[in-house]
């Protein structure tokens, strides 16, 4: 068992993280079941194979069925950041809080090397000049005085520098596409629904197979889209 360290994020971002947990919480039990939680991580952008996060889950909640209430989900978090099962989970948890779009191991390193390039002096922090050069790379001409300001929005140790997670999260607070879960559902919807309002049981299928990707079973998103169903047929 691991210990859960609320201090590795601030009080908005636990607050985000908070509500992030609730949208996928769809009983308001407090908990998300195996079906929420891949949900929730593929949301994020977690890149972990279903076995891996089965075995995640487990390290941190009990029973053959285990459920995450929100301290068990930010100690997941710590935990598969910790052991690299996903380097970047609590950083893709800080970003998804915020409402960006979630990115990928991939795009992250490449911003890491980004961040690398301009940190000049090579001391794992980025100073109001190097950061100002960031900008300018951009093509935003920016004075002391306003990079010197960003920097506080996103300076949780108020060294007057950003290390690459607060660079990572200025960034994307600049140039990020902001998104909600309602809205990307509304978007598929829109598809399928023939501007009725309504979509059928396999049209419904459709669309949690676009929004889920490969997070879902054939069998979780017929049983998905069986529940939906029901629920929608008048008694």
Do not use: H
């Not at 991939?106 to 100002?132: H, K, M």
């Not at 960034?171 to 501007?195: H, L, P, W």
């Amino acid at each position: 068992r691991y210990t859960v360290k609320m201090d590795d994020f601030t009080e908005e971002q636990l607050e985000g993280i908070k509500m992030l947990f609730k949208q996928f919480d769809t009983d308001g039990s407090g908990k998300i079941d195996m079906v929420e939680f891949k949900l929730l991580a593929r949301k994020m952008g977690i890149e972990m194979s279903d076995e891996k996060l089965k075995e995640s889950i487990k390290a941190v909640a009990e029973g053959d069925d285990p459920e995450l209430g929100l301290d068990e989900f930010v100690q997941w978090l710590q935990n598969s950041q910790t052991s690299g099962d996903d380097p970047f989970s609590m950083l893709k948890a800080k970003i998804k809080s915020k409402g960006m779009k979630p990115l990928t191991n991939q795009q992250i390193e490449q911003l890491r090397q980004c961040f690398n390039t301009f940190d000049a002096d090579n001391s794992g922090a980025i100073d109001v000049e190097e950061l100002g050069n960031v900008f300018a790379s951009f093509g935003q001409d920016m004075t002391d005085d306003e990079v010197r300001a960003m920097i506080q929005d996103v300076d949780d140790d108020g060294s007057g520098e950003i290390e690459f997670e607060e660079f990572m999260l200025l960034m994307m607070s600049n140039f990020g596409q902001e998104e909600t879960v309602a809205e990307d559902i509304q978007t598929c919807c829109r598809k399928y629904d023939g501007k009725k309002g309504v979509v059928n049981k396999s049209d419904f299928e459709k669309i949690i197979r676009e929004l889920c990707g490969e997070a879902l079973t054939d069998k979780e998103v017929q049983d998905i889209a069986e529940c939906a169903a029901s629920a929608a047929s008048p008694d």
